[in-house]
């Protein structure tokens, strides 16, 4: 048994799969992967878009473009088929693809309320379902598979913002995390969640272009995340440091979940 860094935190040679990989946390995870030897698909949603971050990633290692609409059972089914055409196994599904909602409580809409819902957790449910012959396939204590999710603070408390939906469900993400985590660690799957405070994204635009400096300000670090941050984090969930740990939701967010910077 080796302990030398090299081996411990490597992940050269495993395949993996990243949902909203073309941009934001997505492309960051996708990219770390990529750079230390992992073949990786990355899917999202707008075509060109996916196969652009894929054609750029490649530069580094092995990246394929899988564009799908994974909100919808048609999407997510041949984006599964192609997926087992192409690998026997998969060694690594991190569940990013996400989408946010804001309004006022009283004029919440029905509609994005569900939209919401459907991909942040039922698609992930779902996903994960589908694909769970090629994560067990082969898997084992001594080289368990890895289910990383990507929640998000606002899971784990109160956001000031209007994002009703988005809360819920990611804080639905957190705990299907610990459920699956319980079901399948004796079949040698992880399952564990990353919940990203704010970092560089579509998603965070707007928060980002108007609130960055008091954003950065209420952070006990003093700054947002960045994509080193992301892809450090998601490498150790899928390397051999990781092996007994399962069902943990890991706030990557400078502290911010705790409390704002007291000075």
């Not at 990989?21 to 999202?44: H, L, P």
């Not at 942040?120 to 449910?125: C, D, G, R, S, T």
């Not at 560089?200 to 980002?208: A, D, P």
Request: one cysteine or more; aromatic letters at 8%.
């Amino acid at each position: 048994m080796s302990f030398e860094i090299s081996s411990l935190f490597s992940v050269a040679g495993k395949t993996a799969i990243v949902t909203g990989g073309s941009r934001g946390i997505g492309k960051m995870i996708a990219q770390g992967f990529v750079e230390n030897g992992v073949k990786t698909y990355i899917s999202a949603r707008k075509a060109e878009a996916c196969v652009a971050t894929a054609e750029e990633l490649s530069e580094k290692g092995e990246c394929i473009a899988f564009p799908a609409d994974l909100s919808t059972k048609e999407g997510r089914d041949a984006f599964v088929a192609e997926i087992k055409e192409r690998e026997d196994k998969i060694d690594i599904l991190v569940n990013n693809a996400g989408a946010a909602w804001g309004a006022p409580f009283e004029e919440y809409p029905d509609e994005s309320y569900d939209k919401v819902m459907n991909i942040n957790v039922k698609a992930i449910f779902t996903l994960t379902r589908d694909l769970m012959p090629l994560l067990l396939k082969d898997a084992s204590q001594e080289n368990p598979s890895r289910v990383i999710n990507v929640g998000s603070i606002d899971g784990l408390r109160v956001s000031s913002t209007d994002n009703f939906a988005y809360g819920a469900s990611k804080a639905a993400v957190h705990f299907l995390t610990k459920n699956l985590a319980v079901r399948f660690g004796p079949k040698g799957l992880t399952v564990n969640a990353i919940a990203p405070g704010p970092f560089e994204s579509q998603m965070m635009n707007h928060m980002l272009k108007n609130f960055k400096d008091k954003i950065e300000a209420e952070n006990p670090l003093g700054r947002i995340g960045n994509p080193r941050d992301m892809a450090g984090l998601a490498i150790y969930l899928a390397s051999d440091a990781t092996k007994y740990m399962t069902g943990q939701i890991i706030a990557l967010d400078g502290g911010r979940s705790l409390g704002a910077a007291q000075k």
